[in-house]
């Protein structure tokens, strides 16, 4: 989830002197968007989806042993850094003021602390399958607030982007195992079976994202929603929105590619 050119040695100076000021701005959007809290609860998911890859694709190797080399792949601060690096590089300058702006403001650090607190309850299983069935309770019925949630789901096209970045996870899942020798796979057969797996991770994406920003938003005013819909259908809030799926799908691919790689080592090893 950009690059700036410089077209003339004055052009040049101007960027330069730009970039120093947006700088600030830039470290201010990173610490409203709460980054690292963030990374921390994807760590805390990423140690427990490599518990239960080890558990199927290496299940003779010492429980401890894995653990330690899941959490080398779930790195907080490498990710945090990829993920804040991806966000500099995908935001265009100009958008960073106008983002800022509303990421500052009291809605958007309710909202971002409302989505920060619905993640990390979602690591308990029991918690997350209840947001399921409230979330297809609100689908039957139409109710306000899972109209506006799909409305801001279909609005910034969040599905797309989740399918989209977990396919090319899915991808370099593949190539870290072919890598790695666990497997001897071309190019063409891993993307055929990545895109035979669309269909199904569209469904999980789109229910994933409606139980979970059901649960996140149910404290919210409907003005508030609203105002966060609407700031998602401007330019810099559609500009946020692709620049944090691209920071975000690059941290996720490389930590993705780590595992398979890990994972192919080990059945390499195990072979020996």
Known sequence: MTRMMRLAAVAGLWAGTALAEDSGDMAALLDALRIEGAVEIMRAEGLDYGADVG?????????????????????????????????????????????????????????????????????????????????????????????????????SSLVDFNVMGALNS????????????????????????????????????????????????????PEALEAYAAFYRSEPGRALNAAIFRAYDGMYEQVSYLLGLAVAQQMTSEEL
């Open 170 to 221: 899915n991808l370099m899942f593949y190539r870290g195992l072919d890598e790695g020798g666990a497997i001897e796979m071309p190019e063409s057969e891993m993307l055929s079976d990545v895109w035979a797996q669309e269909e199904a991770v569209r469904d999980d994406s789109a229910a994933w994202l409606g139980a979970f920003l059901m649960m996140a938003y149910r404290p919210l005013e």
């Open 55 to 155: 558990a199927e694709m290496v299940p003779g190797v010492s429980q401890a042993a894995w653990a330690a080399r899941v959490a080398e792949v779930y790195n907080s601060d490498r990710m945090a850094r990829q993920v804040s690096d991806g966000l500099r590089d995908a935001l265009a300058p100009e958008h960073v003021g106008p983002v800022l702006t509303f990421l500052q403001s009291e809605t958007g650090q309710d909202i971002i602390a409302l989505e920060i607190s619905a993640r990390e309850a979602f690591l308990d299983p029991a918690t997350e399958e209840a947001a399921f069935a409230s979330y297809e309770e609100a689908k039957r019925a139409k109710t306000p607030l899972y109209q506006q949630v799909q409305g801001l789901i279909d609005d």
